[in-house]
């Protein structure tokens, strides 16, 4: 089989990269081994992930109802019915995507891949299905096969209770006791819904506090709340050894821990991640990789090897659906001669765990990290109208602002729905605004969103929702 263009894996990296290079004219084959286009994402990352956290939310929220006089009795959990819903949102969008590239006339092979060289791949077939056939020659290639979870030595059991995220997902039961090793955001993002769903929930992460890299302030509020909710989280603290027993899965501790030796029904491993770029035949090809294993790509996705492309989180951090799905434009339109770019100031990143988490271009702590002249303007929701009404007034809203400049370059957000407030940052990050232009935009009231602006306003001393003294 020969084709202009190949993109091989079917997440939203390797689709949006697929569909947008049809829409412009190519001839593009899409090369996935598993059933179902959408990649990780869809498959067994955001999209499951925010099903489930849906239900953990509508369970908060009923319960949260009680401060307000309104009682519901305790829920009911059909577990078997939350998989079938969570599976019913996948395999719809699943199925929208197929026929998104069928419309494109996207040729889409199920197959394993690996490059014989720089202009073929090798198929395997996936199932039992034969192949029509077993090579695909091409003029170029984007490479965008994705990352997979991270399997750390001596954690790695073989035993169905001991789960990676993947695992998790497919929400086998729900446990007495879970253990989620990790406190990064896929760990808080299981550990929510497990705890929602009636586990006690112990996190365990190795560095002295969750979520690391966030900004502390907008981890501190999350960290409060998930105290309660979670039966324990231990800070500086490894596992040191995981045992399948026949009634539970026995866990060695080491950290500021009183008991040592504990027994879990379920271990959830959440460790990070890494690239799929070993056992691809990539040394038949000029791909370059760092010594993490992601594809040294430049600002138009190239690769080292003048054939191939590399997008998505096998291109590095930050792994993000939407950094993949962008990167994938840009290497099509780089394909196509147009002058595109990656060059992002802000790549958005959420945590959906309640309450959120959101960022977007320089943190607090990247620019203390590198030095930078920078302020902050923080507003506390506790003195937003709308927070209040909701009863959430734990968040805050931070802009990073480039001292020299006035610019905003970043934007730090936690409480109730951050991530959907995040899209207004990463715009004004994007577009250079200065702090004065965030705070003279009129935002409805009342709404979260109004405390971009009136955050902005703290800057300027014009904030008329706080009261600041004035210096002599
Ligand atoms: P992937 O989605 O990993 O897709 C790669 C595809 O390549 C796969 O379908 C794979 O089958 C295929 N492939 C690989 N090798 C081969 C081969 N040799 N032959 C054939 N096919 C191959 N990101 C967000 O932005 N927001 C979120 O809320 C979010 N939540 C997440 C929750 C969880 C639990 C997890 C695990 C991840 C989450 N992510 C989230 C991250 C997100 O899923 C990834 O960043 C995204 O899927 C990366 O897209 P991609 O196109 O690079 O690759």
Redesign the pocket.
């Given at each position: 089989m020969k084709t202009q263009l190949v993109v091989?894996?079917?997440?939203?990296?390797?689709?949006a990269a697929a569909f947008l290079a049809a829409d412009l004219g190519m001839e593009v084959t899409l090369?996935?081994?598993?059933p179902r286009?959408?990649?990780?994402?869809?498959?067994?990352?955001?999209i499951?992930?925010?099903a489930l956290l849906h239900v953990a939310k509508g369970i908060a929220e009923a319960e949260h109802m009680a401060d307000w006089g309104v009682e519901f009795k305790k829920p009911k959990i059909d577990v078997d019915r939350v998989r079938k819903q969570k599976e019913k949102v996948v395999a719809t969008l699943a199925g929208g995507l197929g026929q998104l590239a069928k419309k494109r006339k996207v040729k889409v092979v199920r197959?394993?891949?690996?490059f014989a060289d720089s202009n073929t791949l090798k198929l395997e077939a996936?199932d039992d299905e034969p192949l029509d056939d077993d090579r695909i020659e091409f003029d170029h290639c984007i490479l965008?096969?994705?990352?997979?979870?991270a399997a750390v030595p001596g954690l790695d059991v073989d035993d169905d209770r001991v789960m990676n995220?993947?695992d998790a997902?497919e929400l086998p039961d729900v446990p007495g006791r879970l253990l989620v090793v990790g406190g990064g955001?896929?760990g808080l993002?299981?550990g929510t819904v497990y705890a929602a769903l009636g586990s006690k929930v112990t996190v365990v992460e190795m560095t002295d506090g969750l979520l690391p890299g966030a900004d502390r302030d907008l981890v501190r509020p999350l960290a409060k709340r998930l105290e309660k909710q979670f039966e324990g989280i231990y800070l500086d603290t490894r596992v040191t050894s995981l045992e399948a027993g026949g009634d539970a899965v026995r866990v060695t501790l080491d950290g500021e821990v009183d008991e040592k030796e504990q027994r879990f029904d379920r271990v959830l491993v959440?460790v990070g991640?890494r690239p799929?770029s070993d056992?691809?035949g990539l040394e038949n090809t000029q791909v370059e990789l760092d010594d993490r294993g992601f594809a040294l790509a430049d600002e138009k996705q190239r690769t080292a090897d003048p054939a191939v492309l590399a997008?998505?989180?096998?291109?590095g951090e930050p792994?993000?659906?939407?950094?993949?799905?962008h990167q994938?434009k840009v290497a099509v339109e780089a394909l196509a001669g147009e002058p595109a770019a990656f060059a992002p100031r802000a790549v958005p990143a959420?945590v959906?765990t309640d309450p959120e988490i959101a960022w977007a271009g320089v943190t607090e702590t990247v620019a203390e990290r590198e030095g930078r002249e920078i302020k902050t303007a923080v507003f506390p929701w506790a003195a937003s109208g709308r927070a209040q009404a909701v009863g959430r007034t734990e968040g805050l809203t931070k802009w990073v602002i480039d001292s020299a400049t006035e610019r905003v370059i970043g934007c730090g957000l936690v409480g109730y729905g951050a991530g959907d407030l995040i899209g207004e940052a990463v715009l004004a990050v994007e577009m250079g605004c200065a702090v004065r232009d965030v705070a003279e935009t009129i935002h409805p009231h009342p709404t979260l969103s109004e405390t971009l602006g009136t955050a902005a306003e703290v800057h300027l001393g014009t904030a008329t929702d706080l009261y600041r003294p004035k210096r002599k």
């Amino acid at each position: 089989m020969k084709t202009q263009l190949v993109v091989l894996g079917g997440g939203p990296g390797g689709y949006a990269a697929a569909f947008l290079a049809a829409d412009l004219g190519m001839e593009v084959t899409l090369v996935d081994r598993e059933p179902r286009l959408g990649g990780v994402c869809l498959l067994r990352g955001c999209i499951p992930s925010k099903a489930l956290l849906h239900v953990a939310k509508g369970i908060a929220e009923a319960e949260h109802m009680a401060d307000w006089g309104v009682e519901f009795k305790k829920p009911k959990i059909d577990v078997d019915r939350v998989r079938k819903q969570k599976e019913k949102v996948v395999a719809t969008l699943a199925g929208g995507l197929g026929q998104l590239a069928k419309k494109r006339k996207v040729k889409v092979v199920r197959a394993r891949a690996t490059f014989a060289d720089s202009n073929t791949l090798k198929l395997e077939a996936a199932d039992d299905e034969p192949l029509d056939d077993d090579r695909i020659e091409f003029d170029h290639c984007i490479l965008a096969t994705g990352s997979r979870p991270a399997a750390v030595p001596g954690l790695d059991v073989d035993d169905d209770r001991v789960m990676n995220s993947s695992d998790a997902l497919e929400l086998p039961d729900v446990p007495g006791r879970l253990l989620v090793v990790g406190g990064g955001y896929i760990g808080l993002e299981m550990g929510t819904v497990y705890a929602a769903l009636g586990s006690k929930v112990t996190v365990v992460e190795m560095t002295d506090g969750l979520l690391p890299g966030a900004d502390r302030d907008l981890v501190r509020p999350l960290a409060k709340r998930l105290e309660k909710q979670f039966e324990g989280i231990y800070l500086d603290t490894r596992v040191t050894s995981l045992e399948a027993g026949g009634d539970a899965v026995r866990v060695t501790l080491d950290g500021e821990v009183d008991e040592k030796e504990q027994r879990f029904d379920r271990v959830l491993v959440s460790v990070g991640r890494r690239p799929n770029s070993d056992n691809l035949g990539l040394e038949n090809t000029q791909v370059e990789l760092d010594d993490r294993g992601f594809a040294l790509a430049d600002e138009k996705q190239r690769t080292a090897d003048p054939a191939v492309l590399a997008i998505g989180d096998v291109a590095g951090e930050p792994m993000l659906a939407h950094k993949a799905a962008h990167q994938g434009k840009v290497a099509v339109e780089a394909l196509a001669g147009e002058p595109a770019a990656f060059a992002p100031r802000a790549v958005p990143a959420v945590v959906f765990t309640d309450p959120e988490i959101a960022w977007a271009g320089v943190t607090e702590t990247v620019a203390e990290r590198e030095g930078r002249e920078i302020k902050t303007a923080v507003f506390p929701w506790a003195a937003s109208g709308r927070a209040q009404a909701v009863g959430r007034t734990e968040g805050l809203t931070k802009w990073v602002i480039d001292s020299a400049t006035e610019r905003v370059i970043g934007c730090g957000l936690v409480g109730y729905g951050a991530g959907d407030l995040i899209g207004e940052a990463v715009l004004a990050v994007e577009m250079g605004c200065a702090v004065r232009d965030v705070a003279e935009t009129i935002h409805p009231h009342p709404t979260l969103s109004e405390t971009l602006g009136t955050a902005a306003e703290v800057h300027l001393g014009t904030a008329t929702d706080l009261y600041r003294p004035k210096r002599k």
